[in-house]
């Protein structure tokens, strides 16, 4: 069985870029109860749709899947996230929490310039630093950065929640509205299994000038009550009965982690080296084909193709009754395997990513493991 190698997953490329495409990091002050940190990944960083306020979400290789519109991600709902209060500046104007918000607000400068403001806790890492900080430059038009430049360019700090890191980064999206968008500052902790995230995104001068606000509001921010419960409409864990597979030998089953998640997989390589598969499903088709395969191909940093390459990258697996959608690519860092198919009104994604030699070493186990699944429940 043969397969044209590609990736797929988050968000659609823009493509212009601007100057000063620095990412800055800052120490946010340490506080004696836990302050809302950010997560090492922003789930909602590649979000096409924009949240209240005309912002977009910070995901996912957060989640693998992130990059879903706002209307699916509030389908899909949040993890189980703490109650929080806090004690925002003068002038921010609250707006209503969503399914996937726990805080929110919108700041208006002059001559319509306008930034929005979000905390949104998810469990899990939501696919690391580097990854989140990534789609955050991908909304903002500018390319990735690897490992190595987000070193050189950042620091870890510690909070009392965590460890945080605060970006800056600037840039303008072709045919974006200067007046709402053109800086990002974000900050993305862990406390415990919860991934905590703050952005602000708007105007870039209006950004700019709100910053030291922004970070003196971060720490403000703790649990204030016991977990909310999930959205009733919320993928739990591991729900019961979907699927029925043969997980192949040497695979081990870990959390799930991100709400999102229906399973997860560690695969480990002969020398050490980690993968992980996992398996995820939304509403719909979560914006077709080509925006999942060039979402997927900017987490492993390489360029988007348009509809006529598509078609070279994509084979198919059959799986029983069901047919597969199939990809293999190879970025500069990682490689991406997966397969995706529809079943009633969810499509569902079953996403292997990990260091080339580690996919390459696992690849027909994994092809067989999407051979095995078999759906229980009817369309």
């Known amino acids: 069985m043969r397969f044209s190698g590609f990736c797929v997953a988050s968000i659609i490329l823009f493509v212009a870029c601007k100057q000063n495409r620095e990412i800055k990091v800052y120490r946010v002050a340490k506080e004696s109860a836990p302050p809302a940190p950010a997560l090492a990944a922003d789930p909602h960083a590649g979000i096409p749709g924009a949240m209240p306020g005309g912002a977009m979400p910070g995901t996912a290789a957060g989640d693998p899947h992130a990059g879903l519109s706002a209307d699916q991600l509030a389908a899909v709902g949040a993890s189980a996230a703490p109650q929080v209060g806090d004690s925002p500046p003068a002038g921010w104007k609250k707006q209503a929490a969503t399914a996937m918000r726990q805080l929110s607000y919108l700041v208006e400068g002059e001559g319509g310039a306008t930034a929005d403001i979000s905390l949104i806790i998810l469990r899990g890492a939501a696919g690391g630093t580097l990854g989140n900080v990534n789609r955050w430059r991908g909304q903002l038009g500018l390319p990735p950065?690897?490992?190595?430049?987000?070193?050189?360019?950042?620091?870890?700090?510690?909070?009392?929640?965590?460890?945080?890191?605060?970006?800056?980064?600037?840039?303008?999206?072709?045919?974006?509205?200067?007046?709402?968008?053109?800086?990002?500052?974000?900050?993305?902790?862990?406390?415990?299994?919860?991934?905590?995230?703050?952005?602000?995104?708007?105007?870039?001068?209006?950004?700019?000038?709100?910053?030291?606000?922004?970070?003196?509001?971060?720490?403000?921010?703790?649990?204030?009550?016991?977990?909310?419960?999930?959205?009733?409409?919320?993928?739990?864990?591991?729900?019961?009965?979907?699927?029925?597979?043969?997980?192949?030998?040497?695979?081990?089953?870990?959390?799930?982690?991100?709400?999102?998640?229906?399973?997860?997989?560690?695969?480990?390589?002969?020398?050490?080296?980690?993968?992980?598969?996992?398996?995820?499903?939304?509403?719909?088709?979560?914006?077709?084909?080509?925006?999942?395969?060039?979402?997927?191909?900017?987490?492993?940093?390489?360029?988007?193709?348009?509809?006529?390459?598509?078609?070279?990258?994509?084979?198919?697996?059959?799986?029983?009754?069901k047919t597969f959608s199939f990809i293999d690519i190879t970025g500069p860092q990682t490689r991406l395997a997966a397969g995706w198919t529809r079943h009633g009104p969810d499509t569902w994604f079953f996403k292997f990513t990990g260091p080339d030699a580690l996919v390459a070493a696992e690849k027909a186990k994994f092809t067989a493991f999407l051979e095995s699944i078999r759906f229980n429940k009817p369309e």
Do not use: C
Not at 241 to 254: E, R, Y
Not at 265 to 286: C, I, R
């Open 145 to 321: 950065v690897d490992e190595a430049g987000l070193k050189s360019s950042s620091t870890s700090l510690a909070t009392p929640s965590g460890d945080a890191v605060v970006v800056e980064i600037e840039g303008l999206a072709q045919g974006a509205d200067p007046a709402k968008d053109g800086r990002i500052v974000g900050v993305i902790a862990e406390s415990g299994r919860d991934g905590w995230f703050f952005k602000m995104r708007g105007n870039s001068a209006l950004v700019s000038s709100e910053k030291q606000r922004f970070l003196q509001w971060v720490p403000t921010v703790k649990p204030s009550g016991p977990p909310a419960s999930a959205p009733p409409q919320s993928v739990p864990a591991e729900p019961p009965g979907d699927l029925a597979w043969q997980v192949p030998d040497g695979w081990s089953k870990a959390p799930a982690g991100a709400s999102m998640r229906y399973a997860t997989f560690t695969v480990t390589g002969a020398d050490g080296s980690k993968g992980e598969v996992a398996v995820t499903h939304f509403p719909g088709d979560v914006g077709g084909d080509l925006e999942n395969v060039n979402r997927w191909r900017n987490q492993v940093a390489l360029p988007p193709v348009d509809a006529a390459g598509l078609g070279k990258l994509v084979s198919k697996l059959a799986a029983g009754p």
